[in-house]
């Protein structure tokens, strides 16, 4: 069983894909373990994309992240790492399959809807720093 963190970035709350993003993961028998609509801080944000510190992105898409209300989700199943970043498709929706979520509902990398981690050592750090309260039982 592993635990993954899903992100909704604004362009995806504002376009009212909240349910519809929910609903496949649901549909998929993964669980939603987790969930919470916040405006995030910059801090937060800069800490999540930390590996990205230095690519030239760095400061456009953290300006993204807090341009509005974020959904942060924690999301369990079975190799739900895996499960949720096939499901969301490739980081550059061109390249994103139809099928996938960025393939139906997005056609650029700064906009692509959501984050996903990328394994489970990631996961563990995300789900620490967006959930530091800790996930309903
Ligand atoms: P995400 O999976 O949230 O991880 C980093 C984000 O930076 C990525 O999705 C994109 O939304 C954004 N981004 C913008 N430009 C690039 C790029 N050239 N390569 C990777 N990510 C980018």
Do not use: Q
Not at 8 to 26: A, C, D, F, Q, Y
Not at 93 to 99: F, K, N, R, S, V
């Amino acid at each position: 069983m592993e635990t993954t963190l899903v992100l909704i970035k604004p362009g995806g709350v504002s376009r009212n894909l909240i349910g519809e993003i929910t609903r496949r993961i649901e549909a998929r028998s993964l669980r939603v373990a987790g969930m919470k609509l916040i405006r995030a801080e910059r801090a937060t944000v800069e800490e999540h994309y930390s590996e990205h510190r230095e690519r030239p992105f760095f400061g456009s898409v953290c300006d993204y992240l807090t341009s509005g209300p974020v959904i942060a989700m924690a999301v369990e199943g079975e190799n739900a790492v895996k499960a949720i970043r096939a499901m969301m498709g490739a980081t550059n929706p061109l390249e994103a399959t139809p099928g996938t979520v960025r393939g139906d509902f997005a056609l650029t990398i700064d906009d692509n809807l959501t984050h996903s981690s990328s394994d489970p050592e990631a996961a563990a750090r995300e789900l620490k720093l967006w959930f530091p309260e800790g996930l309903p039982h």
